[in-house]
């Protein structure tokens, strides 16, 4: 389901049924930064393909995909602004309300199975923001749309690996779950970049929000994974074959991984259970499938076993959690340099230039 090659025979289909130009529905929330900048770009966007843009403008999401509103709307504020001066953008990001009557565009986001604004949509894929824009120009440049003499490169990618090695004595928190996809796509990645700088990483571990009782609803679920397939997949980390280890899965994985961070091999099992259960499909509930993964990070299964009756992780994801939360982040992976805290795999090229100013 998740595959590249299932991906391509999705859209090959819809591109053979096509019959006009290629029709892109934007779907933006006058409340949310990220949609203010991603409109501020759209005239750019249709300068460069040959295509029918429509807008529909939306109401904010329900309290089920926004469990954290407030906090959302702080953070949010400041991210967007940071992207806006990373791509040279004046606009006004101030949240306003909205201008008429949403229920038309807001049916319409639920009829294509989505929950929030910010949002492109194109033959049966989402595209959030400035972020995932140059998927769908990617996706239009291989169906020949780009318009002649528009610019052969995107509008935006994030950077996929370290720009440069420099040193710095600086502790680089990685706030992380075994539940997250996006934390699995990021592990290897921040362990890169936190050796190109010299940086400390100190991993902090929380539950994940299904296991604190916070809403996750089945729009946000799918869309979720398939983003980080599609993600996983530029970035060429393999990603796919899942055993979703929510539950006891969970709770197994931190017991070991308490015991491993304090004999100095946190980063190598964190690493392991997150490949294994993610693109190996190995079922971390079961003795087998967590032998397995304990070993094949050089740690002994008979020492780690004997952590799995250990309660002691509780209260150190619980420390990490308020820590995280206390520095205006609450959703994984998060990463602090110092006192600044970013939130999602896609800022990574942020935490880099923290480790910059730091060295």
């Not at 400035?130 to 052969?152: K, M």
């Not at 004999?263 to 499938?289: C, I, M, N, P, Y």
Request: aromatic content about 10%; some cysteine.
């Amino acid at each position: 389901m998740l595959s590249r090659t299932q991906m391509e025979r999705r859209r090959a289909r819809f591109e053979r049924k096509r019959k006009d130009l290629p029709h892109i529905e934007a779907f933006l929330d006058a409340s949310d930064p990220y949609s203010h900048l991603l409109e501020a770009i759209l005239p750019r966007f249709e300068a460069r393909y040959k295509i029918h843009l429509t807008r529909h403008y939306v109401g904010p999401p329900d309290d089920s995909a926004a469990p954290e509103r407030r906090a959302l709307a702080a953070y949010a504020a400041i991210d967007a602004k940071r992207l806006a001066e990373r791509m040279n953008i004046d606009v006004d990001l101030t949240p306003r309300q909205a201008v008429g009557d949403t229920a038309k565009a807001d049916a319409r986001l639920l009829e294509l199975g989505h929950y929030q604004g910010g949002m492109l949509y194109y033959g049966g894929e989402w595209y959030w923001g400035l972020d995932r824009l140059h998927y769908l120009e990617t996706r239009l440049a291989a169906i020949a749309a780009r318009r002649d003499g528009a610019p052969s490169d995107v509008i935006f990618e994030p950077p996929i690996r370290p720009r440069g090695l420099m040193r710095t004595k600086v502790d680089l928190h990685w706030y992380l779950s075994f539940r997250s996809p996006y934390t699995a796509i990021a592990a290897r990645r921040v362990a890169a970049l936190a050796n190109a700088y010299g940086a400390t990483l100190r991993l902090r571990f929380v539950l994940p929000m299904v296991m604190r009782d916070l809403p996750v609803p089945k729009e946000k679920r799918r869309y979720i994974i398939h983003d980080a397939a599609r993600e996983a997949d530029r970035l060429g980390i393999l990603f796919g074959r899942i055993c979703d280890p929510v539950g006891r899965p969970v709770e197994r994985g931190y017991a070991i991984l308490h015991w491993a961070i304090q004999q100095g091999r946190g980063e190598e099992f964190a690493q392991t259970f997150l490949h294994h259960v993610w693109a190996e499909g190995v079922d971390a509930g079961s003795d087998k499938g967590l032998r397995r993964i304990v070993e094949n990070a050089g740690l002994s299964w008979a020492e780690a076993s004997a952590q799995l009756g250990n309660e002691d992780w509780r209260g150190v994801a619980e420390a990490n959690r308020a820590e995280m939360v206390s520095y205006g982040v609450w959703g994984v992976p998060s990463f602090r340099v110092g006192e600044t805290a970013v939130w999602g795999q896609d800022r990574l090229w942020v935490v880099e230039d923290l480790l910059r100013s730091a060295s």
